[in-house]
């Protein structure tokens, strides 16, 4: 497999269990470091697909290294940590993380994981010439690209990470219907859904404040409650 994975995390032990493992699934250009400073060395020199991220590092916190990430790509990223309250699994998703995986944990799921994410971010950056190109599609104020990798709003494109362009693509394509939390997270982060109740109100808040005009109360995003989401067009 090609894809170029960055391990972020002081403990040398389980980044190399992590760098063997996922050698073991495949993947053989992993690089590894041990800082948020090596860490943004590292991803800025290899570009990396995906990054697997401590959130506690000797010169702080991996959170910081996700924001400045997140300023120039949206690759998927992956916390790993041995916090496990409920708050920072939600800080992690709320800054643009991807995925919270609590230590002490399976490498094997890590991998799982990890192939997760990859397989959808491959799937939304399809070359346009392996692909029936499909023309751009419109909603209201929004149009999504004909290969389905950009949203624009009134002409300007929305700055969204992988999962949140998943959604988004799943309601622009499904206008005025229910989607259910289970059916969004089967078909944007492509797994099972196993209770992930809080990856997936997180993501869609995070979408709100990047759509709507007063978050607090939507316009587009509605919460059918007891059944998810829809969305709607304003009259």
Same mark, same amino acid.
């Given at each position: 497999m090609n894809?170029?994975?960055?391990?972020v995390d002081d403990e040398a032990d389980i980044a190399k269990l992590m760098q063997a493992t996922l050698q073991r699934e495949g993947y053989q250009n992993i690089d590894i470091a041990y800082s948020l400073e090596q860490g943004w060395h590292a991803f800025?020199?290899?570009?990396?697909?995906?990054?697997?991220?401590?959130v506690m590092l000797p010169?702080?916190?991996?959170?910081?290294?996700?924001?400045?990430?997140?300023? %120039?790509?949206h690759i998927p990223i992956l916390f790993m940590s041995a916090k496990t309250e409920e708050l920072d699994k939600i800080l992690g998703l709320a800054i643009g993380g991807d995925d919270y995986i609590s230590k002490p944990f399976s490498p094997k799921e890590v991998a799982f994981r990890v192939k997760a994410h990859l397989r959808r971010s491959r799937y939304l950056q399809i070359p346009e010439t392996t692909v029936t190109e499909q023309p751009?599609?419109?909603?209201?104020?929004?149009?999504?690209n004909s290969d389905r990798t950009e949203i624009t709003r009134n002409g300007e494109v929305l700055d969204l990470t992988v999962k949140e362009l998943g959604l988004l693509v799943q309601f622009l394509t499904n206008p005025n219907r229910i989607l259910s939390k289970e059916t969004l997270?089967?078909? %944007?982060?492509?797994?099972?859904?196993?209770?992930?109740?809080?990856?997936?109100?997180?993501?869609?808040?995070?979408?709100?404040e990047k759509i709507e005009?007063?978050?607090?109360?939507?316009?587009?995003?509605?919460?059918v409650k007891g059944l998810g989401y829809k969305f709607m067009l304003p009259k």
């Open positions: 894809e170029r994975i960055l391990i800025t020199r290899y570009q990396p697909d995906l990054v697997l991220l401590d010169d702080g916190e991996g959170y910081e290294l996700c924001k400045k990430i997140r300023t %120039v790509s751009p599609l419109t909603v209201g104020p929004f149009e999504i997270f089967e078909r %944007v982060w492509d797994e099972a859904f196993f209770g992930s109740d809080n990856t997936v109100m997180v993501h869609i808040r995070r979408l709100r005009q007063d978050p607090s109360q939507p316009q587009y995003l509605i919460t």
